[in-house]
């Protein structure tokens, strides 16, 4: 047998190793999924076509030979564009909308390979351009190069429709190779049928052919064409494999042969240490990549489980609110004796009633304001006036419970107003709030509230000689659910909220909150700072830079 190695036959020969190894490694490695299944019998009837073109333009030498060559590879013609479209449709996923397509293309490349060894198909075989033998077309040929090429436009077709109707990088990778290595293989490989109908140019493209198993190669590489990570290297190692062979087939000195024998079994010992190495790699990477996507999942479903917490906290607080306004106002009116007098045995229950529902609708308003700093619909008024009146109101209405409680109250403003622009309720609200923490948590002594003015910043402390906070408790203080360890011994209904909610409101003001202590049993001081008059265009450059901290509505110009 005398063999013929030249460009073409080359070109054949390389091709259809490439194609059978690439087919196999693909199926090999997920033979359950549909475009695999496609893609090994695309390459592995691609294979067929391109040894029995092989044999017959360069290996056998008898015309009866030549002729079984070629209804073989005809054989293999005939089933290339049906795999390739299947594996088109499962990769797009147009597969149901174009099944109807495909069977009836099924019925035709059925029909051609039945009618390939017939002279109906191919009348004789002999030699053109640079070929021992090239098949002399029958009467059905010229239809079999219309179905030939028509399912391949169609499915082109396809993936260009798909092309217009994505955008995710990935996808269109994947659309882009597939038409890549389409016009590869079948117009390297296409190129004989010019000799076939006696056009006398020879098959230069040809070498595309053995080239379109790379082209994939690259795509599963680059856009996981196949979902898989180790077949690229696996391709491109046995593809090095290959060339060796063929360059030692090639071989015209033992020297040469020798040379690249030892290339060759070197590569192939470094190809499967390098195989070995990358899938273990791969392997360790898909449990990293499959517990960060369970993580994800995980956070998805606690930010998802903490909205609904909001919607019920939020549902919840307003439904109890109502009732416990109704058992406020009505123990206020009974302790002014709206209702007549009342019993001395009955005033302090009524007093406890009224205390009670007071510290139950300060929790409750504390969890609104949380549901709806979370849910951006913390809504402010704004105005301008002069903080030190606020303060003083503050102050007043805290007096009661401080003289209940035998403890003093200092207090000094200053002589200059200090003009402010914020929200007066909310002020007024984290100003009461710290108040109303001073004299829960002083047992004995006095409270000093202390308003100043300094370098266009108006600054409020509160100042008192209560149990004090530990330096490891202050950095927690402005959490959600966050209290000294101690705080539940002296104020046991506190939630924790009340400086969360301080701190939410005055970052909303461009203001800040915070509060320093010598130590446990020692006292502590409160401070709240706010821009005056002058600074106001702090608040102008907040809104327009839209760096208000998310769960905080923007303010709004008066």
Known sequence: ??????????????GGFTALLSGVIVFLHDRRRLENQAWFWLNLSSAVWSFGYFAMVAVVTS??????????????????????????????????????????????????????????????????GPFRYVPDPGPLYAYFTVYFFAIVLYALWIVSRRLKETYEPAERGRLWSIMIFTIAGFGGGG????????????????????LYPVISGYAIFRYQLFDTKVITTELLTFGL??????RALLATTPREQVVDGLLLFLTVIFGIFLIGSVMREVEIREKIQKLAENLEHANDRLKELDRLKSEFVSFATHQIRGPLTSIKGYASLMIEGDYGAVPDNIKEPIHIIFQSSQAMATIVEDFLNVSRIEQGRMKYEWSVFDLRELVN????????????????????????PLVVRADKGKIKQVIGNLLD??????????????????????????????????SET????????SRAEDASKVNI??????????????????????????????????????????????????????????????????
């Open 1 to 14: 047998m005398n063999i013929s190695f030249d460009y073409y036959s080359i070109s054949l020969l390389l």
């Open 63 to 128: 015309k009866g030979s030549a002729m079984l060559s070629d209804s073989i590879l005809h054989i293999a013609a005939s089933c290339i564009p049906l795999f390739y479209f299947l594996m088109v449709l499962a990769v797009t996923g147009r597969y149901e909308r174009h099944r109807n397509f495909l069977f009836t293309m099924v019925a035709a490349g059925v029909f051609f390979m039945l009618v390939a060894p017939t002279s109906y198909f191919v009348r004789d075989v002999f030699a053109k």
């Open 191 to 210: 190129s004989v049928f010019l000799l076939t109908f006696n056009i006398g140019i020879p098959p230069y493209p040809l070498i595309l052919f053995s």
């Open 241 to 246: 494999w290959i060339f060796i062979l063929i």
């Open 393 to 416: 109101q503050a102050v007043t209405e805290a007096k009661p419970a401080v003289e209940r409680k035998g403890l003093t109250i200092s207090v000094s403003l200053g002589s200059a």
């Open 437 to 470: 923490n001073a004299v829960k948590y002083t047992p004995k002594g006095g409270i000093t509230v202390t308003l100043v003015g300094r370098q266009g910043k108006a600054r409020l402390s509160i100042n008192d000689t209560g149990v004090g906070i530990r």
């Open 474 to 481: 202050i950095p927690h203080l402005f959490q959600k659910f």
């Open 493 to 558: 209904l506190g939630t924790g909220l009340g400086l969360y909610v301080a701190k939410e409101m005055l970052k909303a003001h461009a203001g800040k909150v915070w509060v320093e202590s010598p130590g446990e049993g020692k006292g502590s001081t409160f401070f709240v700072e706010l821009a005056t008059g002058q600074n106001f265009h702090e608040l102008d450059s907040l809104e327009k830079s839209d760096k208000i901290t998310p769960g905080t509505s923007k303010p709004q110009n008066p």
